[in-house]
């Protein structure tokens, strides 16, 4: 892999900037730089053929100075160590700048699920915990689901825990099914999360929500609930371009998002729909002179390239990674507000610690509770963002990183670490 786009060097990077401008001591940077503690091992699997196979599997508990370390499992072929560094870095800064209790941690499995039975995936999900559950545990490491891994997985990981412990555990794992201990809330939290920083994001920058327009990239999980959760959270407000991998549609009237979303879930793409104004590319979507603009599927769309282009006033980012550093610096002279990926989409790992929570002492909440705590995180994280970003006079990624690695640096000196 190239130096420039290994995603550990690039998560350095960003802590680096972050820490530079929060003046800490050298041993603290070289603390905070590396991951704590890393699991590396292998899963030999039974394969339906009656051959075995072995996998790699990753754990890596980046830093618990604040908690218990927090973060998904991925099974992806292109799995390394270092995209489980990168990947358990950036959920110690999330869970910090959302100021949850808990620390970073990140795993995953080198594999191809689609190649997988599901036989085969339950004696993985089973082997992987087999070697490092004596490293898990709720006040320890709290794993969860990721990409091409399911409520399903993260059931039989916590079946295989609790009989290799004795006793029940729900918490041990969040991402569950509701029958098994998972929380309400937790499918359209991470849009929720977003849609709560967008409204307050609106009434600092006096733009009404229920007269905004919007467009979103990306209709999947995030998207959608993006979709409709605008209309529903923020009083109105006008849908007026969206994309998939395919292509995107616009339409300046506005669409219905409710039926946008039924839409893509019976056809598979918007850009079948009938009531379109007319098709336009990814790219056209995101230089739309929009109010609110979403990206909500891939990394680095905004780019040195388009950034002067773009003509949004918020940008909230749902998706992971959807800017890169030199556009963010274009877009923070040209007035852009962005909501950083860690802080935009920190709705769903707060939902995770409150299943976590509820698992702990067995009770479980409403859902009408769980939203109203997930909105008072993500309207106390905004707001400690946006405040840094107003008396640094950073752009406000690097103001969220200040904030996140500012609280972990506190909590490191605290302790006595450095
Ligand atoms: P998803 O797989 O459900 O949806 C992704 C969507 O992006 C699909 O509609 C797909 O068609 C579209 N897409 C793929 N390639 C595209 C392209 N080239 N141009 C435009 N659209 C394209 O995924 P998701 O769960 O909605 O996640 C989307 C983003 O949000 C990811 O970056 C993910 O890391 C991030 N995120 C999601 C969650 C969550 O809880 N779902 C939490 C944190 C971050």
Redesign the pocket.
Known sequence: MAEELNPFKIAQAQFDEAAKKLGLEAPMCELLRWPRREYKFTIPVKMDNGKTKVFHGYRVQYNDARGPNKGGIRWHPDETIDTVRALAAWMTWKCSVVDIPLGGGKGGVTCNPKELSEGEKERLARGWMRVIARELGEHRDCPAP??YTTPQIMAWMMDEYEAIVGRSHPAVITGKPLELGGSQG?GD???RGGIFTVREACKILKIDPAKATYAI?????????AATLHKEILGGGKLVAV??????IYSAAGFDPHDLVKW?LEKG??TTYPKAEKKIS?EE?LELPVDVLY?????N?ITKENAAKIKCKVSCE?????TTPDADVILHKAGIHVIP?FLA?????TVSYFEQVQGTYNYYWKLPDVQKQLDEKMTSAYHAVYDMHKKQNVHMRLAAYMVAVKRVADAVRLRGWV
């Open positions: 990721d990409v937790r939290a991470t849009a990239q990306g209709f999947g999980n995030a998207g959608q609930f994309s998939d991998s395919s292509g995107g893509k793409s918007v990814n979507l990206p909500s599927a891939l990394e769309v749902l998706a992971n990674g959807p990926d989409n920190a709705g769903g790992v």
